[in-house]
């Protein structure tokens, strides 16, 4: 049976919308085509009407799971104007966001292996850092002696690596400590000026 473009373009975007949640849940090796064509809905053969290749899903997948974390960095900061800054800081290094490995950070959940994945994959989460990064640099004190890009890469890189080595220990008060403790660094950070050398 034949599908319409329409009904093919929606096939599209769901395939994309659930290998962006299992690729967070299982890594990008750790699912299947048959497995992740299943959980969409479809058959395996829709797979390749839809896609060049499974690294071609995943650059998408990827692309889309990076948008919908910038998205709710977004919505966080748009519901606590005062605090853009403590507003993303209190999701993202909540036990709550550590829980959420199918729908949390990207950035957490694959960073490692895209590192490993072909050029296009990388190149999603490249354009994801910097939109992040963006972002970081315009939340972050900036003084006249302040560096706000090398602040936020230094604010991204403890909030990930918080909530990687969160989501390594089964000890939630371990856990919730890693997190406690990024926050305050990162407070700390963000308000102080460079320091001279």
Not at 36 to 62: C, I, N, P, R, V
Request: hydrophobic share 45%; with cysteine.
């Amino acid at each position: 049976m034949r599908v319409s473009r329409t009904q093919a373009a929606e096939n599209r975007a769901t395939v994309i919308n659930v290998a962006s949640r299992l690729f967070r849940e299982r890594g990008f090796d750790g699912i299947g085509l048959k497995d992740l064509m299943k959980g969409a809905g479809l058959t395996q053969g829709a797979f390749y009407k839809q896609f060049a290749s499974k690294e071609d899903l995943a650059a998408q997948a990827s692309r889309r799971a990076l948008e919908s974390a910038f998205n709710r960095w977004s919505a966080a900061m748009a519901a606590k104007p005062e605090d853009p800054l403590g507003a993303v800081l209190a999701f993202y290094l909540s036990m709550g966001h550590r829980e959420q490995k199918m729908d949390g950070c990207p950035l957490v959940a694959l960073a490692a292996d895209a590192a490993r994945q072909g050029g296009e994959v990388r190149a999603s989460f490249e354009a994801g850092i910097k939109a992040h990064l963006e972002v970081l640099s315009r939340l972050v004190a900036e003084t006249e002696d302040s560096d706000a890009k090398g602040k936020a890469m230094t604010v991204l890189s403890l909030m990930v690596g918080a909530v990687t080595l969160s989501r390594a220990v089964n000890d939630p008060d371990l856990a919730q400590s890693v997190l406690d403790a990024a926050a305050e660094q990162i407070r700390e950070l963000a308000t102080s000026p460079k320091r001279r050398r």
